[in-house]
């Protein structure tokens, strides 16, 4: 590592334009292709490729033609949509979609036709031959006649389509449902223009005042990710403004001249006033009594216009205003726009080698801005610190490279190889995000260490040159405040290091218990900005219908024997005694799951009390040996029954049978279902034991739903970080231990200065089960993102104290001296960070806010891991090791004294 750090000082200090172009020629390459490193449309397949359910949904589309539903939620001002006004405009919006360009794509099947509402009963009622009603209380009596008159199995699927609270003697109801079904494309923007054509269609219906037709679909939240991706745009550059600002307060060159401090003061209010513009927009949305709802709207391009107008008044005015604040400038901007450099090398890279991001590879920014911050205000402030103390430029450069770049790349190596741990990882994402991780971790420390000290390099030496060189105001010029306060906190390692000690440990031992607790639900409609219609509209069909969805079982293998036919109607009966699942009881008192299948359909057919009865296909059927119990000889090939059902109608029959050749070798069965997202782990886990005998007769299958592969995602997800955290610190321990042992013997400074981290990592989690806050796809990187701000800062420290502790009297004056000028700096890099990114908190998605939180309570504690429990480690570490060399010596001379005297 030393000849490293030598090897990149002499490069700094021989050949500075030439790091400054080769830089600048890599970031113009890398950052053309970091352009087009975007998210991944579908992100499941980057958590779980391999898993069945994905395959089966992908079957489903590719085999049986993907459907998808559009819901439409009617409500009144009135409390009642049982009304004359709600028939009407349920009608109209009927009548508009079926003449639509869009009806095309519409799915019309027997007893399923593409559009049906609530009100189907009164329509049921019309088809017998009554009036069109006039007035409410017509329409409440023909909604009770056709409920009446409506088959069982009917009437069931009827009431779902009205609120929970609905009044079936009375005839009232406060919300109903419309159920749009439609032919789906696996194309994202055709799918996403077709759901907004409804959409249109829907709310542009004529209504009353009092009637609201509100769409609700995934495709439609889909649809506005436009929205989504402005939204997660303004806020990083609101994160960037703010961090810019704090910056330019750490970097401060501290001046006694009143000039200076009236131009400082005025820049910062300018850049405040920078910061609140790009900020304002979000706090509008989130504040909309506080604040004028014109803000929530303004254009992003505007607003960063007039903040970056803000920012460059305010540099220009410190510039040319003052010869300190245009150092501090210079700095602040440097820092700044080698993070940016780091970025868009991670991201050309990211692109060259996977072409898409996935979801928890977004995060790694913020891990890189959080690093870059703390490599360049340690860098600077003990560059900073020995030009003040009278050396040259080239010397001061050149002592901080070695003495803060030891530190610097065991942080970078022992981070970047820890990271790197999870590429051997199944998970495609954990091993991207593993990659690119120790990939932006060292281009920051390659670029801090290299490209940094160039330029500050260059314009320092022209200074000294010309005799301009001002270092007064250097010491602790990255704030005077911040290295006191942190000074102070000595106090606790000095006085009561094991209490400290203690109460950590402790409280790692409560978040422990905590960790247990944390829960892993996960919503689709968190992600719906809380200002978005939609949301509103998709809780209210969340918690007030029990409409169902849709959750398939797909079957493969040769699905034409009798044997198959058996196994399979098995597998259906035992269904419908599944939690969740819906079903009928038939007059016989047998129980049938609700849904469409292959068993369904032709049961229907074969079935002389259906409506659906078709004599052709049950005579087949009674030839080929079907009973009427519907089980058929096992040795029986019902190919001929399934070609008649295919001739009869095949838009049914495709929908549920498939064959890629001479045999059908693929069937599916819809069930509705109403286990949602809480539940679909266990109604997977039960459909899957139903249709646990179908190997059989030869067949496999598989539950599948979005809900069930959501939950698969965030399951395999948790597990894998579970795995993925213990060998990042498994591997940060080896390599901490390793160090140690070989630069000072003493490897028990690498268990010290990993312990935090741990520590650290399980304060998080525990705070968030104490937060109600769950792990999701967002929250899962915050394990990631300890351990990468964490380590180093841990580095920082104990590398500081042996520093000192060459030179101090004791280990409390070695502690004080580390927390003085470190604890300094890290402070100063915490509070940056957090500012910048506390944003987030604003964020009209909930998951953007909770990780806005955690990341700034995460820094925050990994902040005071370093400065207050790993000093009192090493203090209690150092008077043990002192203890235990005086007491080895005194030993020494008792033996010398004790042989003397014979």
């Excluded at 504040?287 to 920012?311: K, T």
């Excluded at 602790?476 to 094991?498: Q, V």
């Excluded at 049914?652 to 064959?659: E, N, Q």
């Amino acid at each position: 590592m030393k000849a490293l750090i030598k090897l990149l000082a002499a490069v700094v200090r021989r050949a500075p334009w030439a790091v400054i172009v080769v830089t600048i020629t890599i970031t113009v390459v890398l950052g053309s292709f970091a352009a087009d490193f975007r998210p991944a449309t579908d992100q499941n397949a980057a958590f779980a490729p391999d898993a069945p359910e994905l395959a089966a949904s992908a079957q489903i589309a590719a085999t049986f033609g993907a459907n998808t539903r559009m819901q439409v939620l009617i409500s009144s001002t009135t409390g009642d949509v049982v009304t004359l006004d709600a028939y009407r405009a349920v009608s109209e919006m009927t009548r508009s979609l079926r003449e639509s360009e869009g009806s095309q794509y519409l799915v019309d099947q027997p007893q399923s036709p593409g559009v049906v509402s609530y009100l189907a009963p009164v329509q049921f009622a019309l088809e017998a031959g009554a009036p069109v009603p006039r007035t409410d209380a017509e329409v409440k009596a023909l909604y009770l006649a056709g409920l009446a008159q409506a088959p069982r199995e009917t009437q069931s699927f009827f009431r779902t389509l009205v609120s929970d609270n609905a009044d079936f003697e009375n005839a009232t109801v406060e919300f109903g449902l419309s159920i749009i079904t439609y032919r789906d494309v696996e194309d994202f923007d055709e799918g996403a223009a077709r759901a907004l054509a409804f959409h249109d269609v829907i709310v542009g219906t004529p209504t009353t005042a009092t009637v609201t037709l509100e769409p609700f679909s995934f495709a439609l939240i889909t649809a506005a990710s436009d929205d989504f991706q402005a939204e997660v745009a303004r806020l990083l550059a609101a994160a960037a403004f703010i961090i810019l600002l704090v910056l330019s307060i750490v970097f401060l060159v501290r001046s006694r001249n009143g000039v200076d401090r009236l131009l400082y003061l005025v820049g910062l209010g300018i850049m405040g006033m920078g910061s609140g513009v790009v900020a304002a927009p979000g706090l509008a949305l989130i504040f909309p009594d506080l604040l004028p709802q014109s803000w929530g709207s303004a254009e992003l391009g505007s607003v960063l216009r007039i903040g970056v107008l803000c920012y460059v008044a305010a540099f220009m005015l410190w510039t040319f205003g003052s010869r300190r604040l245009r150092r501090t400038t210079a700095d602040t901007l440097l820092t700044f726009l080698t993070i940016g450099f780091a970025i868009q090398w991670m991201n050309g890279y990211g692109h060259l080698r996977f072409e898409d991001a996935s979801q928890m590879s977004q995060i790694l920014p913020i891990l890189l801005i959080g690093l870059g911050v703390d490599y360049s205000i340690h860098m600077t402030a003990r560059y900073r610190q020995e030009l003040h103390s009278g050396r040259s430029v080239d010397d001061s450069m050149a002592t901080a490279v070695r003495t803060v770049g030891i530190a610097l790349v065991l942080a970078t190596v022992t981070t970047a190889v820890g990271f790197l741990t999870n590429v051997f990882n199944d998970i495609p994402a954990l091993a991207e995000f593993g990659e690119l991780a120790a990939v932006g971790i060292s281009v920051s420390f390659l670029l801090m260490l290299t490209f940094v000290p160039s330029v500050r390099e260059l314009l320092d030496r022209r200074a000294e040159r010309h005799g301009r060189l001002d270092t007064e105001g250097l010491e602790a010029g990255e704030s005077r405040l911040l290295p006191r306060l942190m000074g102070r906190t000595s106090i606790l390692p000095r006085k009561f290091a094991a209490g400290t000690v203690i109460v950590a440990v402790l409280l790692a031992g409560v978040g422990t218990v905590g960790m247990t607790k944390l829960s892993t639900e996960f919503s689709f409609l968190d992600f719906v900005p809380t200002t978005s219609p939609l949301r509103g509209t998709g809780i209210t069909l969340s918690e007030r219908f029990n409409f169902p969805e849709t959750t398939s079982v797909v079957v493969n293998g040769d699905v034409a024997t009798g044997a198959s036919w058996n196994v399979l109607l098995a597998a259906s009966l035992a269904a419908a005694h599944v939690d969740h699942v819906q079903y009928v009881v038939t007059e016989a008192g047998v129980r049938f799951p609700s849904g469409l299948s292959l068993t369904s359909v032709i049961a229907q057919w074969i079935d002389p009390t259906s409506d659906a009865y078709d004599p052709r296909i049950a005579g087949v059927a009674s030839d080929l040996g079907l009973t009427q119990g519907l089980t058929a000889p096992p040795g029986t090939d019902l190919t001929v029954l399934y070609d008649e059902a295919f001739a009869k109608n095949p838009l049914t029959m495709s929908a549920v049978l498939g064959s890629s050749g001479a045999r059908y070798d693929a069937a599916l069965y819809n069930f509705n279902t109403t286990a949602g997202e809480r539940g679909a782990g266990d109604l997977a886990v039960g459909l899957n034991t139903a249709f646990g005998t179908v190997p059989e007769a030869g067949l496999e299958s598989v539950a599948t739903s979005n809900f069930i592969i959501t939950n698969l995602v965030i399951k395999t997800l948790r597990d894998s970080q579970t795995l993925s955290l213990l060998l990042t610190l498994g591997a940060a321990f080896v390599l901490l231990v390793l160090n140690f042992w070989f630069q000072s013997r003493r490897p028990m400074l690498g268990v010290i200065t990993t312990v935090p981290v741990a520590m650290v990592v399980v304060w998080v989690f525990g705070l968030m089960a104490l937060f109600g806050i769950p792990f999701g796809p967002v929250t899962a990187t915050i394990s990631a993102l300890g351990i990468g701000i964490g380590i180093p800062y841990m580095i920082h420290v104990t590398h500081r104290y042996l520093e000192e502790r060459l030179v101090a009297a004791s280990e409390d004056e070695a502690i004080t001296e580390t927390l003085t000028h470190t604890g300094g700096a890290l402070a100063g890099s915490a509070i940056t960070t957090i500012a910048g990114f506390g944003i987030l908190v604003t964020s009209t998605a909930i998951p953007f806010r909770q990780f806005g939180f955690v990341t700034a309570y995460t820094i925050l504690l990994a902040l005071v891991a370093a400065v207050l429990v790993l000093p009192s480690m090493l203090v209690l570490w150092d008077r043990w090791h002192r203890r235990r060399e005086k007491d080895s010596v005194d030993g020494d001379l008792l033996r010398a004294a004790s042989g003397e005297r014979a």
